[in-house]
């Protein structure tokens, strides 16, 4: 059993048991585990502390020596969001792929495998799925992570994912709450605002978070925005009337609350760290993410004593502060007793199954006046693939690669490929470059252009342009949202940038279907 270290008061284990902390490396830290010691519960693990399952399941298991309950958690939503193969790509399409798909049944095998994997090597905690409804196309944070942009479907598999990954023994986290959609705004660099009314936030916001706690989601996760319909006056984060009017009054969810990370911009560059946390404990939420950037010990420390201080001051109840806690200590009592249920998924092998997913996620069209999808003929010859590559976001983090050109490379040996930004200037000027240096560097092979949310970047429709008006014949892969309008000899939707949806398109290019 854990021992707690002596010496260490209730009210500052409690602190340190609400708090969800990084750290750098592929080791656990002497710091680490001494908080472990003195009372902290959860650890949050990132990219940077994965490089293998088999080192993975080593880190975990140096955690528990110290400390046999701590919960470990990840930001593992599969697709574009990978962390356990940040340096390949996901062995599985995320949420908008199996929301295109909308077959709930594939949805909850898809969450179980990514779940047992998960349990394999130790983790217990995922902070997934992401239940927002991608109302906003111009949405720069969530996109493909949603389901989609209709309610029903996102409820629909929310519930089917917060099933899939509970039943190999991984908690769930469903999140934004109270919903991230509606905003073209990233609440990593800003506070998000979105204006619509009550009755549309209940009617459509609010259904996927319905579902998943119908579902029995052990945890939720906060929004860092703002929605004036609720609270005109503090983030969701830090709402009183958010976290524990509607969430835990009218919602009825009694489980553990989690905030997005703390150093986000909305409430790091507003509130600042400390008082954001007090805030969040104080609204009502029961465990402080941080450690996306701020992964050290004098963060930690920060904290534990920004919450004790709050306490000791009248700002904070302790009995607050100690329910927090305990629910924190109640996941992880779960997370000890699930177990995992380790079988495949039924009818699909269980290494198998993220491919099968991206293959059905495809959406393949002929350009108008070109014929049928069915026409197209494969390409034999080794193109030059031309990605307009834009700005990663910082939940999908630029360090985990993305696009078509490594699987094509296998099934075309002697395949090409450049990366094309948007470097300065006008959007326009910058994509008709774009578009002239993709067309100078592919020579006389056939181009595949790959994009990702063309309508969301001028530059990238501009230097489509150029290529389609000298290179008719060039084959679009966008591996966005598919809301532009498909152009090429033929396109395809692949609905996310996980290596798996690269290739699932590359076997449609080459005509290798099941190779």
Not at 30 to 56: H, P, T
Not at 65 to 85: H, K, P, Q
Not at 202 to 219: H, N, Q
Not at 487 to 492: D, E, N, S, W, Y
Request: proline share 5%; with cysteine.
């Amino acid at each position: 059993m854990t021992t707690l270290a002596s010496g260490t008061d209730t009210l500052t284990r409690d602190a340190l048991t609400v708090l969800q902390p990084g750290f750098t490396g592929t080791t656990a830290p002497d710091w680490l585990l001494r908080r472990l010691g003195e009372g902290l519960a959860s650890v949050g693990l990132f990219g940077r502390n994965i490089a293998s399952s088999g080192q993975l399941a080593a880190l975990t298991a140096q955690l528990r020596a110290e400390r046999d309950d701590v919960l470990v958690a990840i930001d593992e939503e599969g697709g574009d969001v990978t962390r356990l193969e940040v340096r390949n790509g996901s062995s599985f399409p995320g949420n908008h792929a199996l929301g295109a798909i909308d077959d709930v049944e594939l949805t909850q095998q898809v969450a179980h495998e990514l779940g047992r994997r998960l349990a394999a090597c130790g983790v217990n905690l995922n902070w997934a799925p992401s239940a927002d409804v991608n109302s906003d196309p111009r949405n720069p944070v969530i996109g493909v992570r949603s389901f989609g942009a209709d309610t029903g479907l996102a409820a629909r598999h929310t519930a089917a994912y917060v099933t899939g990954l509970q039943s190999a023994g991984v908690a769930a986290c469903t999140k934004h709450f109270p919903g991230h959609g509606d905003t073209a705004v990233d609440s990593h660099h800003a506070l998000p605002r979105i204006d619509v009314s009550a009755d549309v936030l209940a009617e459509r916001e609010l259904a996927p978070f319905r579902a998943a706690i119908a579902a029995g989601t052990r945890a939720v996760m906060s929004a860092h925005i703002l929605v004036p319909a609720l609270d005109p006056d503090r983030p969701a984060t830090l709402s009183h009337r958010i976290l524990t009017g509607l969430l835990r009054d009218e919602l009825g969810y009694a489980g553990l609350i989690v905030t997005d990370g703390m150093e986000m911009h909305a409430i790091a560059g507003t509130y600042g760290i400390e008082r954001g946390s007090v805030l969040a404990i104080a609204a009502g939420a029961d465990a402080i993410c941080v450690g996306g950037g701020l992964a050290d010990d004098a963060t930690v420390l920060r904290l534990r004593d920004a919450l004790v201080s709050a306490v000791r001051a009248g700002e904070l109840p302790e009995g607050r502060l100690a329910e927090a806690a305990d629910r924190v200590r109640a996941l992880a009592r779960w997370a000890g007793t699930a177990g995992t249920a380790g079988r495949p998924a039924e009818g699909t092998h269980g290494t198998e199954i993220g491919l099968h997913a991206a293959r059905r996620a495809l959406t393949v069209t002929a350009a108008p006046g070109l014929g049928d999808p069915a026409t197209f003929k494969p390409l034999t010859e080794p193109p030059y693939v031309a990605a307009l590559t834009p700005v990663a976001n910082i939940a999908v983090g630029d360090e985990t690669p993305w696009g078509i050109a490594a699987e094509l490379m296998h099934l075309l040996p002697g395949t090409v490929t450049g990366s094309f930004s948007a470097g300065d200037g006008p959007e326009s000027e910058a994509g008709e470059n774009a578009g002239r240096a993709a067309l100078q560097a592919a020579g006389p092979r056939r181009i595949v252009a790959v994009v990702r949310d063309e309508h969301r970047h001028p530059w990238m429709a501009s230097a489509l342009d150029a290529l389609l008006a000298a290179r008719p014949d060039t084959v679009v892969v966008e591996m966005g949202v598919p809301q532009a309008a498909p152009r090429g000899a033929l396109h395809i939707a692949t609905h996310g940038a996980a290596r798996v949806c690269g290739r699932a398109a590359a076997e449609v290019i080459a005509g290798a279907m099941g190779r």
